[in-house]
C-alpha cells in the first residue's frame, strides 16, 4: 500500500477498539510529521483520526499539533465564517468536487461529532474569530449535514438507499444492477450484461439498502445514472464515518 492508500484508508472508522498499544498513536504522528499542512491532504476523512488521540485531560503533550489542527480545520470548514475556505450548495451541504463529494461530508462531520464530545469531557470551547466554538454547534453542523444526506435537502432525495419514499434507483454497483438467481437462472457473459443491465435506465433489480452514494453537485443537482459513478457509486468509506456520527448524535439528542 503506497502512503496515498493508507491514508485514503483513513477515512473509515478504527477497527479497534480503545488500546494503551502505542502503535497507533506512533503510527499516526509519523504521517503527521511527513505531511506538509493541511491543505495537503487529499482525504479531509484523516483529520477525525486526530481528534481520537487526544486525551481529554490533555496530559499527553505529544498530541498538541493535532488539537491545533483540528482547530484549524473547523474555522475552515464551518460556514458563514471568516475563516471559511470551504464551499457549501445553496442547499447547505459542504462541497470539495463533484467526484464523490459525500466522502468528504460524512468524514468531517464524524470529526465534528469526535471533537464535541471531546470539548465537553474536558470542559473546554474555542474561537474561530469572534464566534464561540462549542459542542453543541459542532454538533448542530454534523447534524445538518446528515440530515441533507437523509433528505433534507432541495431535491428531497435520501443519498441513502432505501431510505425515505425518494432515493437513489441506478446506483453504480455491480450486485445491485444485476439480477439474482432467483430472478434470472440462466448464466450470461460480460458482454450481455453491460448491454441488459448496465446501460439500461431500468431501476437496479436489486435494491442495496443503507449504501450511501457519491452525492449531488455543486447546485445540489444529483443524476440517477448508473454510468455516473461519481455521484451514484456508493462506497465504504461514505458510510463508515456515517456510522460514527449516526451514533454519536444519537447518543447526545437528550442533551
Do not use: W
Not at 62 to 78: G, H, M
Not at 173 to 192: I, M, N, V
Not at 194 to 223: C, K, M, R, W
Not at 232 to 253: D, F, K, R
Amino acid at each position: 500500500m503506497n502512503y496515498n492508500g493508507l491514508l485514503h484508508d483513513f477515512t473509515a472508522p478504527p477497527k479497534i477498539p480503545p488500546t494503551s498499544n502505542t502503535l497507533y498513536p506512533q503510527l499516526l504522528k509519523t504521517i503527521v510529521t511527513h505531511s506538509v499542512g493541511i491543505t495537503s491532504f487529499q482525504e479531509l476523512g484523516y483529520y477525525y483520526h486526530r481528534a481520537k488521540c487526544i486525551g481529554a485531560d490533555g496530559s499527553d503533550k505529544s498530541t498538541a499539533r493535532f488539537n491545533e489542527e483540528a482547530k484549524r480545520y473547523i474555522c475552515s470548514v464551518l460556514p458563514n465564517l471568516q475563516s471559511t475556505t470551504v464551499q457549501y450548495t445553496t442547499g447547505g451541504l459542504m462541497f470539495k468536487m463533484n467526484a464523490t463529494n459525500l466522502q468528504y461530508v460524512t468524514a468531517s462531520s464524524f470529526l465534528f461529532t469526535v471533537y464535541a464530545k471531546y470539548l465537553k469531557t474536558s470542559k473546554q470551547t474555542f474561537s474561530c474569530g469572534s464566534t464561540v466554538i462549542t459542542p453543541s454547534l459542532l454538533r448542530r453542523h454534523a447534524k445538518r449535514q446528515i440530515n441533507y444526506i437523509l433528505g433534507d435537502n432541495p431535491k428531497g432525495m435520501s443519498y441513502m438507499v432505501g431510505y425515505g419514499e425518494k432515493y437513489p434507483q441506478r446506483i453504480h454497483h455491480r450486485g445491485s444492477s444485476l439480477p439474482s438467481l432467483q430472478q434470472k437462472s440462466e448464466p450470461f457473459g460480460c458482454g450481455d450484461a453491460f448491454q441488459s443491465y448496465y446501460y439500461t435506465s431500468e431501476q437496479n433489480p436489486n435494491i442495496l439498502i443503507g449504501a450511501v452514494v457519491g452525492g449531488p453537485n455543486h447546485e445540489d443537482e444529483f443524476y440517477d445514472d448508473r454510468d455516473n459513478y461519481a455521484q451514484s457509486e456508493p462506497a465504504t468509506y461514505i458510510n463508515a464515518p456515517l456510522v460514527g456520527s449516526l451514533a454519536s448524535l444519537a447518543s447526545t439528542s437528550g442533551s
